[in-house]
């Protein structure tokens, strides 16, 4: 920073543009702020809020929680600030809400760009990018329209935003972390163009020190009528800042150091009494060894209580075990007993088997037997034929017993065999007929594949005769049919259905003719003994007694024919079942052997068993009777209970003879134990021993209590000279304290004379109005002063403590300096309590102490500020910064030349909010205005918001060419008119 503008040399930073979009209670406004301006409009507007806004720049912040501290946004006609909701809704109010600042620096031009962040509450987000505003008006504004206000854009939001951003340049940064805005708002690497890329206010070092001065300055720079204190925080800021060390930062925690001097007092307060016991301590040593050798009964009852415990647990798994052994073994001998019971069962059921197959093999032969002595009787007839056989005889059986019993069923009986007589005669004669064709059988005039799926069906089929040859169409017929069945390993399947193959066979006329000729015989002499028994009464009952025979006799034929076919199957079925059911009973035999075996060996076993049962019940009572004695002691002896044992006695040791032992010395050691406790609670008493727990006052503290509080007081008294030595040593180092901070003091005191007397050698040859000398006056609170001349008077070196008048004075410094209450660090800003100025007008021989007008006493502190702005600067740089005046009207308008001059060379464009009440001169002189409260939009995003201004300032040129001074926007306003 240099006091002139764009010397050689000179790094140039300036802010050109602020623009608000949805914010401060503006629709959209566009200020340019890169020379004097005055922002016109009426009161309660925002004009204010436009210029504050520039704070969310320049700071490095992310969010409005403590706004207070931050951004010091005050309410002037509350005479309070802002809160942090009203100060983040009154900026960003909605969705649309952004503040774009458009800066330059070495490195070019760029846009600043705020927004709302929805990520936490209170937040805000912030966007970097290396171009000018006019590119990037059209995605904030329609300026658009017949009436030149414009609209807004609807389909703005930050999405959208930051995809244009990132188009627009590869350099777009969107960064929120306080600590990167830290180093790309305030970087001074002014031959890096992209460290210094998004630079505003570069800093001469970038340590935290000299942040807080600027952010100090900042604010000051908004409020330039601010009050001495405001003033005078800066001073102190900048002086912290100033020092070449940050470890030289004058931060004196004097509530920590007088602690520390308590602390180290109630030591050597203790270490006094502690030695003054000793004598007590020693007697105590002597008393304790003799109780030592009688403790270990105390132990030893310890391990007979937990071998008693353990031995009743080993006692009761074993009697637990042993009775489950013995269950055990009495579940195998019923699971043994259940097992053998089965056995026989099993046992028992196959026999029945072998008996029932026995039956089943006798029936079957019998049925095969008499089955084959039936059908050797009739030839080659299969067992159909013959059933039709019997079953037609049964008939004529039944028929002629009828007959015999009853006259009526005689006569009917007699006309039967007359037709049967006849039909056998018919038979007779088709029979001798069958014989004469006998040649063309089928089964004579088709080859054996096709007449023997035909025989299987119905062995008739075959032996039917056509009396002639088969024609070709009929024998193909017969062929095709024969073909549908499918021949298989047991004779033909017919789609679902399965016939077994038939032997090939001729038919026997002779047999056929002989049996027809039987029955007729049959037939005649049935009809014989009809005729006769009518003449003969007394035969009747003979015959019908016979015919009764004869039809049982048939009926058992037929059953025997109805079984045969089964006999031979039921047989070998039977025979198999039998041997099988053999085979298992010869198994389950064998098995019941070894289940014998196993029984007696079990009911040894479960003899054992019981034995060993009734043996460990015995040992478990006598244990108990062992833990009633015991918990009979530790009755008596309660602090036994909290005895441990090192290892419990064996269990095979744990006796009554053992137990009657301990008892005795017990009863011994106990006497020794009060003698003692009574010497361990009088050093409790005393302070001396710390028994926070209450255990030595107990009725019968631990023997580990006693032992642990010994121990304690024995080391005690035995580090005594280490803690002396200790306590000498922090003493010592305490001094040393008191030393540095005696030397902290001093040096800061000289520190401020120095920094005061600095800064009124830079205001040497400074006028301002009719001042032609100023001096600055930096005021350090008497108190401190009186604090430092008295640590001049002590010595600090030494192993002694001060004495106690020193620390007294010290805590009366505390009560007056900083009274009832809050933290009590000694820090610049608490020691430097305000500024002064001293001026002297041109022929006055000396300074005047006398306050100044508000605009000249605003003068000065703007060349205070910018005296201390250049120390936090990097060197070399030249600002084009806003400096806000709020009140313009408090400035004579007589020192308004000498203001903007002054202001313009230090590299500051004043910046101020004025009604349209200001005089007409003041805003001649400041040569712009800016009237934002006349344009109202008709499409706003916000139907509260509604004002406009864009297009730039109006005002006088001075002289200034036109493209110079007026925004680009209005070019087209300087175009000569077609008259």
């Not at 030591?267 to 040593?285: G, H, S, V």
């Not at 007929?433 to 040649?439: C, G, L």
């Not at 039998?578 to 389950?588: D, M, R, S, T, V």
Request: aromatic share 8%; hydrophobic share 35%; with cysteine.
């Amino acid at each position: 920073m240099s006091d002139s503008q764009g010397s050689p040399g000179n790094f140039n930073f300036g802010i050109r543009r602020l623009v608000l979009v949805d914010s401060a209670g503006f629709c959209y406004v566009e200020i340019p702020v890169d020379n004097h301006g005055l922002i016109l409009g009426p009161g309660n507007l925002g004009k204010s809020s436009l210029l504050n806004s520039l704070r969310l720049f320049l700071l490095p912040e992310n969010n409005f929680k403590n706004s207070r501290k931050k951004f010091a946004f005050r309410n002037a006609s509350a005479g309070s600030f802002y809160s942090n909701e009203e100060s983040y809704q009154h900026y960003f109010p909605s969705q649309f809400s952004f503040l774009i600042m458009e800066a330059e620096n070495p490195a070019g031009v760029h846009c600043q760009i705020l927004y709302r962040d929805s990520a936490s509450q209170l937040s805000y987000g912030r966007a970097f990018v290396p171009v000018s505003y006019d590119q990037l008006r059209p995605l904030f504004w329609n300026g658009e329209g017949e009436d030149g206000i414009g609209r807004a854009v609807p389909e703005l939001s930050f999405s959208r935003l930051s995809e244009t951003l990132k188009k627009l340049s590869k350099e777009t940064r969107l960064v929120n972390d306080p600590a990167k805005l830290k180093s790309m708002l305030y970087s001074s690497e002014l031959m890096n163009a992209d460290a210094v890329r998004y630079s505003v206010l570069p800093l001469g070092e970038s340590d935290e020190r000299r942040v807080q001065s600027l952010r100090t300055l900042i604010l000051l720079l908004f409020e330039m009528k601010a009050d001495d204190q405001a003033m005078a925080n800066a001073v102190a800021s900048i002086i912290e800042a100033d020092k070449k060390f940050a470890d030289d930062a004058f931060d004196f925690n004097i509530d920590e150091f007088l602690n520390r001097h308590d602390q180290l007092k109630q030591q050597q307060t203790q270490l006094n009494r502690i030695e003054k016991e000793r004598p007590r301590f020693e007697k105590l040593y002597r008393d304790y060894q003799a109780y030592q050798t009688l403790l270990s009964s105390q132990h030893d009852f310890a391990a007979f209580r937990d071998g008693v415990t353990n031995a009743l647990q080993d006692i009761a798994a074993k009697r637990t075990a042993a009775a489950a052994t013995f269950n055990e073994q009495n579940d195998t001998l019923r699971h043994v007993l259940q097992a053998l019971k089965k056995l026989e069962q099993e046992a028992s059921g196959l026999k029945g088997e072998i008996r029932s197959a026995d039956r089943r093999i006798k029936q079957a032969e019998q049925s095969q037997k008499d089955g084959d002595l039936l059908v050797s009787q009739y030839g080659e007839m299969t067992l159909q034929e013959i059933e039709d056989i019997q079953k037609e005889e049964l008939e004529s059986k039944k028929g002629h017993l009828a007959a015999l019993k009853s006259a009526a069923q005689a006569e009917i009986r007699l006309e039967q065999l007359q037709r049967q007589k006849q039909d056998l005669t018919r038979k007779l004669d088709a029979l001798k007929e069958r014989e004469s064709k006998q040649q063309w059988q089928l089964q004579n005039q088709l080859d054996e594949a096709t007449a023997a799926p035909l025989r299987a069906v119905d062995a008739r089929l075959v032996m039917a005769s056509p009396g002639q040859d088969l024609d070709a169409d009929s024998k193909a017929a017969i062929e095709a049919f024969a073909r549908l069945f499918v021949p298989n390993d047991k004779g033909f399947d017919w789609f679902d259905a399965e016939y077994p193959a038939q032997p090939a066979r001729q038919t026997n006329f002779s047999e056929q003719r002989q049996h027809i000729e039987g029955e007729l015989y049959g037939l005649e002499k049935e009809r014989s003994e009809l005729a006769d028994t009518a003449n003969q009464e007394h035969d009747r009952p003979r015959l019908i007694e016979r015919t009764e025979k004869e039809i049982r006799s048939i009926e058992k034929d037929l059953d025997t024919l109805s079984r045969y076919p089964a006999s031979a199957t039921t047989l070998r079925d039977a025979t198999e079942e039998k041997q099988a059911a053999e085979e298992q009973l010869a198994k389950l035999e064998e098995q019941a052997r070894l289940e014998h075996e196993k029984q007696d060996a079990v009911q040894q076993k479960v003899a054992r068993a019981k034995a060993e049962k009734e043996r460990i019940e015995e040992r478990e009572r006598e244990l108990a009777g062992l833990s009633r004695s015991v918990g009979t002691v530790e009755h008596r002896f309660p602090h036994l209970k909290t005895v441990e044992a090192e290892q419990p006695l064996d269990m095979e040791k744990v006796s009554v003879a053992a137990f009657d032992d301990l008892q005795t010395q017990l009863d011994d050691l106990e006497e020794r134990r009060r003698n003692i406790l009574d010497h361990l609670r009088q050093f409790v008493y005393l302070g001396i021993h710390d028994d926070a727990e209450g255990e030595l006052q107990k009725d019968g503290p631990a023997s580990s209590v006693i032992r642990e509080t010994f121990k304690s007081l024995s080391d005690l008294f035995a580090g005594m000279a280490e803690r002396w030595n200790v306590l000498e040593q922090q003493v010592g180092i305490h001094n040393e304290t008191v030393a540095s901070y005696r030397q902290a003091l001093k040096s800061n005191h000289e520190h401020i004379a120095r920094f005061e007397a600095q800064l009124n050698r830079e205001l040497d040859g400074v006028r301002i109005n009719d001042l032609v000398e100023i001096r600055v006056d930096i005021h350090t609170d008497p108190k401190f002063r009186n604090l430092v001349e008295e640590a001049n008077n002590i010595d600090p070196y030494g192993n002694q403590l001060q004495s106690d008048a020193f620390y007294d004075r010290l805590r009366v410094f505390v009560a007056d300096f900083f009274g009832e209450g809050g933290s009590k660090r000694l820090t610049m800003d608490r020691v430097i309590t305000g500024i002064s100025y001293r001026t002297r007008k041109e022929n006055a021989a000396n300074l005047d102490k006398k306050g100044q007008s508000t605009s000249t006493t605003a003068l000065i502190n703007l060349e205070l500020v910018y005296r201390l702005l250049k120390r936090v600067l990097y060197p070399g740089v030249q600002l084009s910064f806003p400096m806000v005046l709020d009140e313009l009207a408090s400035v004579d308008i007589s020192q308004m030349p000498s203001l903007l001059e002054r202001l313009r060379n230090q590299g500051f464009n004043l910046f101020s909010a004025a009604t349209h009440s200001a005089s007409a001169e003041v805003i001649y002189l400041i040569g712009r205005h800016l009237e934002v409260g006349q344009m109202r939009t008709a499409r706003p995003y916000s139907p509260q918001r509604t004002l406009v201004f864009w297009g730039g300032a109006e005002g006088f040129t001075n002289g200034e060419s036109l493209s110079h001074w007026g925004d680009q926007t209005q070019n087209s306003l300087l175009e000569p008119a077609d008259e």
